[in-house]
Structures are given as structure tokens and as C-alpha cells.
């Protein structure tokens, strides 16, 4: 599976940016994908996820602003930034995960390209 994250770009605070995602593979429509989030000096933390039936989970930190959402006849996933704050600032990139009840887990394979997102204040 390849991944090619787009749509990042400086936004001052308050904006909002439109992530997408177009992932390769004729399967696609049964993947659970999720967007993670890598900043300076910090570790990558899972931002949001959406199962292959179209049920989300966010973060904490950003539920209320973000969308997660997902076009299968593109093979595309999005990831809707509103409200956007100085420590939103990151590399964000999309991954297939693996999702059983609650725990959300990575699936094997590479990251493939980030996006970068940065916020001014």
C-alpha cells in the first residue's frame, strides 16, 4: 500500500486546512485508516481514525475541530482542520490501522509522505 498525503500549507490561528490522502490498492474500501501527527521533538500521536464502515474516534485535543471523512470510488482519505491552533503544528500522515473494539493499532507497512501543516499565532 502506498500513501500520499496533500493539502498542508502556514495557516494562521483560527483557520482551517483540507487534508487528503489518496492510497493505492483496488481493496481500499476495507481498510480502517487513520491520520497521526508527528511534531518537532515529540512522538506521533494518532490525530484521527475512521473504520472501513465510515465510524470515526478522534483525539481529545482535537475533537470539535477536525472531520475525518473518506471517498472509496477515489481511494482517498480526508482529514478536515478547523480551528486551527499554533500547537497543531506538525507533519501529518495518513496510515492504515487496524481497529478491534477500542484499541486502534498501526498496520504493518511504510508511512509513506507527510504533509506539512504549520500554524501561526
Known amino acids: 500500500v502506498q500513501l500520499q498525503a496533500s493539502g498542508g500549507g502556514l495557516v494562521q490561528a483560527g483557520g482551517s486546512l483540507r487534508l487528503s490522502c489518496v492510497v493505492s490498492?483496488?481493496?481500499?474500501?476495507?481498510?480502517?485508516m487513520g491520520w497521526y501527527r508527528q511534531a518537532p521533538g515529540k512522538q506521533r500521536e494518532l490525530v484521527a481514525a475512521?473504520?472501513?464502515?465510515?465510524?470515526?474516534n478522534y483525539a481529545s485535543s482535537v475533537k470539535g475541530r477536525f472531520t475525518i471523512s473518506r471517498d472509496n470510488a477515489k481511494n482517498t482519505v480526508y482529514l478536515q482542520t478547523n480551528s486551527l491552533k499554533p500547537e497543531d503544528t506538525a507533519v501529518y500522515y495518513c496510515?492504515?490501522?487496524?481497529?478491534?473494539?477500542?484499541?486502534?493499532?498501526?498496520?504493518?507497512?511504510?508511512w509513506g509522505q507527510g504533509t506539512q501543516v504549520t500554524v501561526s499565532s
Open positions: 490498492g483496488s481493496t481500499f474500501s476495507t481498510y480502517d
Open positions: 475512521i473504520r472501513s464502515g465510515g465510524s470515526t
Open positions: 496510515k492504515r490501522v487496524t481497529w478491534y473494539g477500542s484499541t486502534i493499532s498501526l498496520y504493518p507497512g511504510s
